[in-house]
């Protein structure tokens, strides 16, 4: 029978040799220095060796334990051998379906259902709060409690909204996984009300009617890139959302029919948008081509190659004195309050600003795109604009468009 050191004094042989334990249990000792734990057993009448593994990194207690397990298994008539093999298949699968591997292919899968800011967004989150921890854990095996614990870091930095939105993430992965046969329960469902509650939604900050006239002076005198000035501008124009407006391409916009259309990947609401141009806007975008028309955005950002950085409207509306006032959505809600007290219809104000019909019989019915109202809308919009500008402070004077 073997002992440590004995093993440890034996010097390696100038040919193969075999140290003998017990109960079929030996260590192989190779010319080139290897020192591999075998155990030869009996099943079916036929003699077969299985692999326990290399010494030092496994010692002689931990080949013996090896060993008797292997007995164990062929007392219950199993061959450790074909029971080995079928254990690396498992952990093989399980592998391949780890949490992110899973969470990355069921992403792809909706990517054509998603505008690609959210789809972007809701993989850095996955990338910054949820691999590092559950990442390469078999989707399976994930409980509850560990989902909880890493939900709760996100609460701890004071994202109470980030972790309800990781936890909404997790769940859908979840439920993918059942769907596809790689898990069989989803533990983000067993979370239901142990999170801290979701605070109350924040209005995009919005302007009152009554600042415009010295809010649009403050766009024409602001100080910084003539770029991010026209970027404020057209969002006045156009009242698109900021991500629309910043991502533009010139291959998008056509200038001699005053028109931009907006690819139906680019959009919330994942169909293509039509924004009719008025002559003010029309002039923004030429001053624009003139500086960057060799670029394929719009609005090149520091490398020409990719496009202006959100946070640069916001941070333009903050050097202007709005911190906390005004956003780049707040002119959407602007100009939906303020064409609405013009007098436009609601239809048409609505598909201008690309809104989703709640009523899914009337989306059904109701797929007018109202251009020519629209390009009317939007040129007295822009009139109206110019005319604010030069008024003086305070003073709104509607002029009533078509009332449904």
């Known amino acids: 029978m073997l002992t440590e050191t004995l093993i440890r004094k034996t010097k390696t042989p100038p040919k193969s040799t075999k140290l003998a ?21 009996r099943f079916d009448g036929k003699e077969k060796l299985l692999a326990l593994g290399a010494y030092p990194d496994m010692s002689l207690a931990k080949a013996r334990e090896a060993r008797d397990d292997a007995r164990k298994r062929l007392a219950q008539g199993v061959d450790p051998s074909v029971a080995r093999q079928q254990e690396k298949r498992e952990r093989s699968e399980a592998n391949a379906n780890d949490f992110e591997t899973m969470a990355r292919e069921w992403l792809e899968n909706v990517r054509e259902k998603w505008a690609a800011v959210y789809h972007s967004d809701t993989l850095t989150r996955f990338e910054s709060y949820v691999f590092p921890g559950i990442g390469r854990r078999p989707i399976a095996e ?35 996984g059942i769907a596809s046969g790689r898990c069989d329960r989803n533990p983000a469902a067993d979370l239901r009300g142990a999170l801290k509650a979701r605070p109350k939604p924040k209005h995009m900050a919005a302007l009152p009617a009554s600042e415009l006239p010295d809010f649009l002076r403050k766009i024409d005198e602001y100080d910084g890139e003539l770029q991010t000035r026209l970027a404020l501008r057209l969002l006045a124009l156009t009242f698109v959302r900021t991500n629309e407006l910043r991502s533009a391409t010139w291959a998008e916009i056509d200038l001699d029919k005053a028109d931009w259309t907006i690819p139906a990947e680019r959009m919330k609401t994942k169909a293509a948008h039509h924004v009719p141009l008025s002559k003010q806007a029309v002039e923004a975008f030429r001053q ?47 100009a ?5 007290e013009m007098g436009y219809r609601p239809d048409v104000i609505e598909r201008q600003l690309a809104h989703i ?15 020519d109202e629209r390009q009317t809308m939007m040129q007295a919009w ?16 509607f002029r009533k468009g078509r009332v449904a």
């Open 21 to 41: 334990d017990e109960r079929g249990m030996y260590l192989f000792l190779t010319p080139a220095g290897g020192r591999l734990w075998r155990f030869k057993y």
């Open 142 to 176: 994930v409980a509850a409690p560990e989902l909880l614990a890493l939900l709760r870091k996100i609460e701890a930095r004071g994202t109470v909204e980030t972790a309800h939105k990781v936890a909404r993430a997790c769940g859908q992965v979840f439920r993918y």
């Open 288 to 334: 624009l081509q003139a500086m960057n028309g060799k670029w394929p955005w719009v609005f090149a950002g520091r490398a020409p190659t990719t496009p202006m950085s959100k946070n640069t409207v916001l941070f333009a509306l903050y050097r202007m004195g709005y911190h906390g006032r005004m956003t780049g959505h707040g002119f959407r809600a602007l």
């Open 336 to 340: 939906s309050t303020t064409l609405n």
């Open 357 to 371: 019909e709640k009523n899914a019989v009337r989306a059904a019915y109701h797929r007018s795109q109202y251009l």
């Open 382 to 397: 822009a009139d109206f604009l110019d005319a604010q500008q030069g008024a003086g402070p305070n003073v709104i004077a």
